[in-house]
């Protein structure tokens, strides 16, 4: 047998190489647009957040095809989840969650429930305050706790401008507009430190005014559908990593004094089955549950 030659040698290592190298696999990313539900009507704090996604998704050419908003606020949310849950192993369907993820099925008996979704990222947690009519007189949640005292039928609910109720309990961002116009008042914060933006930062929390510890903020997540692919959770992650991170989306934290509380896999995870059981335990003792 011949001895092979020094180009005979370099040819048959490169016909190894060639049989034996194969290119990586691409990275998974969408390849038709996102819808992204919201579970909820339009102007409210999760309508506000995911089309800001979308905004700076097209503004910035986070993604490489658009993201749609679609609102599916029936039944208090609940046609939005029953959407997204009937969408099983689709890559292309996103659903922000706000209460209404543990709310809904409990109050309502709907057949859903967060684990039918696959958890993509928490964007932001929201604080709760305790709101007034400025053209009342109450100054302090003291005044209008003693006011609620001495005049049984008060009233607390959600059209506070409108003067159809006495007080209401509601997430900043949705009331900042009327807080700045004169409209309402703020009198508590129902977290365990004051929010520290310079425009919040005098108010009380609820420990500081009433010396009671009662806490409450509401998540601002992301899931995706049923049994969404790995390789598609882990491009949402990385793409709303790169919205939060954007001065837009600080800026927006800030002014709805929002909590910047970004977080996935299994800490989000730890958090949406605490807060599951919040939910309910609160619900149990107010009778809200439906049988």
């Given at each position: 047998?011949?001895?092979l030659?020094?180009?005979?040698?370099?040819?048959?290592?490169?016909?190894?190489?060639?049989?034996?190298?194969s290119?990586?696999?691409?990275?998974w990313?969408?390849?038709?647009?996102?819808?992204?539900?919201i579970?909820?009507?339009?102007?409210?704090?999760?309508?506000?957040?995911?089309?800001?996604?979308?905004?700076?998704s097209e503004?910035?050419k986070?993604?490489?095809r658009?993201?749609?908003?679609?609102?599916?606020?029936?039944?208090?949310?609940?046609?939005?989840?029953?959407?997204?849950?009937?969408?099983?192993?689709?890559?292309?369907?996103?659903?922000?969650?706000?209460?209404?993820?543990?709310?809904?099925?409990?109050?309502?008996?709907?057949?859903?429930?967060?684990?039918?979704?696959?958890?993509?990222?928490?964007?932001?947690?929201?604080?709760?305050?305790?709101?007034?009519?400025?053209e009342?007189?109450?100054?302090?949640?003291?005044?209008?706790?003693?006011a609620?005292?001495?005049?049984?039928?008060?009233?607390?609910?959600?059209n506070l401008?409108?003067?159809?109720?006495?007080?209401?309990?509601?997430?900043?961002?949705?009331?900042?507009?009327?807080?700045?116009?004169?409209?309402?008042?703020?009198?508590?914060?129902?977290?365990?430190?004051r929010?520290?933006?310079?425009?919040?930062?005098?108010?009380?929390?609820?420990?500081?005014?009433?010396?009671?510890?009662?806490?409450?903020?509401?998540?601002?997540?992301?899931?995706?559908?049923?049994?969404?692919?790995?390789?598609?959770?882990?491009?949402?992650?990385?793409?709303l990593?790169?919205?939060?991170d954007?001065?837009?989306?600080?800026?927006?934290l800030?002014?709805?004094?929002?909590?910047?509380?970004?977080?996935?896999?299994?800490?989000?995870?730890?958090?949406?089955?605490?807060?599951?059981?919040?939910h309910?335990?609160?619900?149990e003792?107010?009778?809200?549950?439906?049988?």
């Open positions: 047998m011949r001895p030659t020094p180009i005979a040698i370099v040819l048959l290592a490169l016909s190894l190489v060639t049989a034996l190298w290119p990586p696999a691409q990275a990313e969408p390849t038709k647009p996102i819808e992204f539900i579970p909820a009507g339009t102007g409210g704090g999760a309508d506000q957040m995911a089309r800001l996604i979308a905004g700076l503004k910035y986070l993604s490489p658009p993201v749609i908003v679609v609102n599916k606020s029936g039944g208090a949310g609940a046609e939005g989840f029953v959407y997204v849950k009937g969408k099983k192993g689709d890559a292309h369907t996103i659903i922000i969650t706000l209460s209404n993820l543990f709310t809904t099925p409990l109050a309502t008996g709907t057949p859903f429930n967060w684990r039918d979704f696959t958890p993509i990222a928490r964007m932001a947690l929201d604080r709760f305050i305790l709101w007034v009519n400025a009342t007189p109450y100054k302090s949640a003291k005044e209008y706790l003693a609620v005292k001495a005049k049984p039928g008060m009233k607390m609910g959600v401008v409108g003067k159809h109720v006495d007080s209401t309990v509601n997430n900043p961002i949705e009331c900042v507009s009327h807080w700045k116009a004169g409209r309402v008042r703020p009198l508590a914060v129902f977290d365990p430190e929010i520290p933006d310079p425009d919040w930062k005098d108010i009380p929390t609820v420990k500081e005014a009433l010396g009671l510890d009662i806490q409450y903020n509401m998540l601002r997540g992301i899931f995706g559908a049923p049994d969404m692919p790995k390789e598609a959770v882990d491009w949402y992650i990385g793409f990593r790169k919205v939060y954007t001065k837009d989306f600080q800026d927006y800030h002014k709805g004094a929002l909590k910047a509380a970004f977080t996935t896999g299994a800490e989000y995870v730890t958090w949406v089955d605490g807060a599951e059981k919040l309910k335990e609160l619900m003792k107010g009778g809200l549950i439906k049988k």
